[in-house]
């Protein structure tokens, strides 16, 4: 008896031992698809299935199927071995799961793999976010996925995850088809949110439609924003051709163009221009009724999520799309001086909620009004006051409707509005002369200021040039050679009986023309109350003194009288009348450029 117990306690303790041993080799194998899961139509899949080193073979089953889908012996490495697909249909979607063969016994299978496949034969759904695609940091969002194909599911896959992120049942939508909201968030900039959706029926469940477009989610962040410009005017028409043009001084990498309402954001990469600056062009192709809105963009760096702040906002307005056209006035007329107040008045008979006014070749966006109705009309007034010259130029007016702000009316007839007379820029008051010079209101004519004053200077300086010989001259033809030096005192004229009196005159003459004032000259004005004031002038040498002596000529004194001869007296008269004369002459085209600058000012 005891030998039997012993016998049976052996066999237990080895059977257990082996039981624990199988248990802990026969672990549940694991199954996957490569590249993906969700696979387009006519490509080629492999399907995975790893278990133990033990494993002798392995089988693939598919869900609804009785038999066995396949069966594979390890080769190289015995803990796993593919099932390819070469062509994918939807015979070969469906859920699977493998298992394996162990020298005991078949392992417990695997959890299921779904393998979808992608149709070309199904419309795809689009997917946008609302409000926006364009998210703060921990913002939340709303995806929407939507078909007219009536999907019964739609499903919501994040890029980079291979299996199916969320799948929902479709609800009706508002304006037709089916959709789905899939709520996403908190986002952050450390992650790549990049989306694509699709549709499916219920009695097909692995056989999808074509995936959506991809939507990215632009995480926002507070680095310096980029600028956004149009290459065309603001106010375009149908069949323009529309770019645009975001670009910056930071260096992005990328940029990104948002609009309004949009769903999708188009993407360009940076061109760098210069060192530092960068910028990408957004053509958006003919101008259709769909590109009137308004417009920010973004730039990015390729080694970050987050983008840049907003650029400042650009509105795109598509002129000729209601029916009627505006007509446009100015008061008080249509040329005004600088200074005066100007208003434009655009009108219309039609119903216009706003009206807008543009003015040619302008970078700023159109002046917007809320229109009035008045006298059986509505219309807007736009003041100018004070008129500048910038405020000159050809404009227009267009209405539009508050329900489609960016739509806009046929143009008015241009208007072009001349500002003509001097700048009436304002200015710092002034209360005495004002002053000009290159900066002022007559910085244009300052120069002849300028010039002017050279001229009468140059002109009185040649008077006197002119006018002190001539008095020289005078002064050597009334002196007799030989005669005494004249005392300090005013003696009047001395004759003088030396010979050949012309050529000594002639040789006086010339020595005249040469003479310097010497060291020492001065001039003497004497003022003689008692004398004639109308009197011609003459010039007198004095050179015992060497100096000039100016006064009133006389009728010679009765000394004179008795020491001239008859000859000598009418000789010494006709050489005063001379003196006087030419004196005279000189003394008035000095006088004359005196006073001709005097006219100038």
């Given at each position: 008896?005891?030998?039997?117990?012993?016998?049976?306690?052996?066999?237990?303790?080895?059977?257990?031992?082996?039981?624990?041993?199988?248990?802990?080799?026969?672990?549940?194998?694991?199954?996957?698809?490569?590249?993906?899961?969700?696979?387009?139509?006519?490509?080629?899949?492999?399907?995975?299935?790893?278990?133990?080193?033990?494993?002798?073979?392995?089988?693939?089953?598919?869900?609804?199927?009785?038999?066995?889908?396949?069966?594979?012996?390890?080769?190289?490495?015995?803990?796993?071995?593919?099932?390819?697909?070469?062509?994918?249909?939807?015979?070969?979607?469906?859920?699977?799961?493998?298992?394996?063969?162990?020298?005991?016994?078949?392992?417990?299978?695997?959890?299921?793999?779904?393998?979808?496949?992608?149709?070309?034969?199904?419309?795809?759904p689009s997917l946008s976010a609302l409000p926006s695609p364009v998210v703060t940091s921990g913002g939340n969002v709303t995806l929407q996925c939507a078909s007219w194909m009536g999907f019964h599911r739609f499903v919501l896959m994040k890029e980079g995850e291979g299996q199916p992120s969320w799948t929902l049942v479709s609800r009706p939508a508002p304006h037709g088809g089916t959709q789905a909201l899939f709520p996403v968030g908190p986002v952050t900039p450390s992650l790549r949110w990049t989306f694509r959706c699709y549709g499916y029926y219920s009695n097909t469940p692995q056989v999808w439609s074509d995936p959506s477009d991809p939507l990215e989610l632009l995480v926002s962040g507070v680095s310096e924003k980029p600028s956004l410009l149009t290459q065309q005017?603001?106010?375009?028409?149908?069949?323009?051709?529309?770019?645009?043009?975001?670009?910056?001084?930071?260096?992005?990498?990328?940029?990104?163009?948002?609009?309004?309402?949009?769903?999708?954001?188009?993407?360009?990469?940076?061109?760098?221009?210069?060192?530092?600056?960068?910028?990408?062009?957004?053509?958006?192709?003919?101008?259709?009724?769909?590109?009137?809105?308004?417009?920010?963009?973004?730039?990015?760096h390729n080694l970050s999520s987050e983008w840049s702040a907003p650029s400042d906002p650009l509105d795109i307005l598509l002129a000729g799309q209601l029916p009627y056209t505006p007509s446009l006035s100015v008061q008080p007329g249509p040329t005004v001086a600088p200074g005066e107040n100007v208003t434009l008045l655009c009108q219309s008979q039609s119903s216009v909620d706003t009206f807008l006014l543009s003015k040619e070749g302008a970078a700023d966006p159109p002046l917007r009004l809320r229109s009035q109705y008045q006298a059986g009309q509505h219309q807007a007034e736009f003041p100018m006051s004070p008129v500048t010259s910038a405020h000159g130029g050809t404009y227009r007016c267009y209405g539009s409707t508050s329900t489609s702000p960016y739509l806009l009316s046929q143009p008015s007839d241009p208007l072009e509005l001349l500002v003509s007379g001097p700048s009436m820029d304002p200015g710092p008051p002034t209360t005495g002369p004002r002053t000009t010079g290159p900066g002022s209101a007559d910085g244009p004519h300052w120069y002849l200021y300028i010039l002017i004053g050279a001229s009468v200077a140059f002109v009185l300086l040649l008077g006197l040039l002119v006018f002190l010989p001539v008095q020289h001259q005078c002064q050597g033809k009334g002196r007799k050679p030989g005669a005494a030096d004249p005392e300090p005192q005013d003696r009047g004229l001395h004759d003088s009986s030396s010979p050949a009196p012309a050529a000594q005159e002639e040789s006086l003459y010339v020595a005249m023309q040469d003479i310097q004032p010497e060291e020492g000259v001065e001039l003497d004005h004497r003022n003689t109350q008692d004398e004639d004031p109308q009197g011609p002038t003459y010039a007198q040498v004095s050179r015992s003194r060497s100096r000039l002596s100016w006064g009133l000529a006389t009728s010679p004194s009765p000394v004179s009288e008795g020491l001239l001869d008859s000859e000598d007296r009418q000789a010494e008269e006709d050489r005063q009348t001379d003196c006087q004369v030419t004196a005279s002459d000189t003394s008035r085209d000095v006088t004359y450029a005196q006073l001709d600058p005097l006219a100038l000012r």
């Open positions: 008896m005891a030998p039997t117990l012993t016998a049976l306690l052996c066999l237990g303790l080895s059977l257990g031992s082996r039981t624990q041993a199988q248990t802990r080799t026969l672990s549940r194998p694991t199954v996957w698809a490569a590249p993906g899961s969700v696979i387009p139509w006519g490509t080629s899949v492999t399907i995975w299935c790893q278990g133990s080193l033990e494993a002798q073979e392995y089988r693939l089953h598919k869900e609804g199927k009785l038999e066995t889908w396949d069966r594979q012996k390890p080769l190289e490495s015995k803990d796993k071995v593919k099932f390819p697909i070469a062509h994918m249909t939807d015979v070969h979607a469906g859920r699977y799961r493998c298992d394996y063969l162990s020298p005991t016994s078949w392992s417990e299978p695997s959890d299921p793999l779904e393998l979808v496949v992608v149709t070309g034969s199904q419309g795809k005017d603001p106010v375009v028409t149908s069949g323009q051709r529309l770019t645009l043009q975001c670009h910056s001084d930071v260096g992005y990498n990328r940029f990104a163009l948002s609009k309004e309402g949009a769903p999708d954001l188009p993407r360009r990469l940076g061109r760098q221009t210069q060192p530092g600056l960068s910028r990408a062009n957004f053509y958006l192709g003919l101008v259709r009724p769909s590109h009137g809105g308004r417009y920010t963009c973004y730039g990015g």
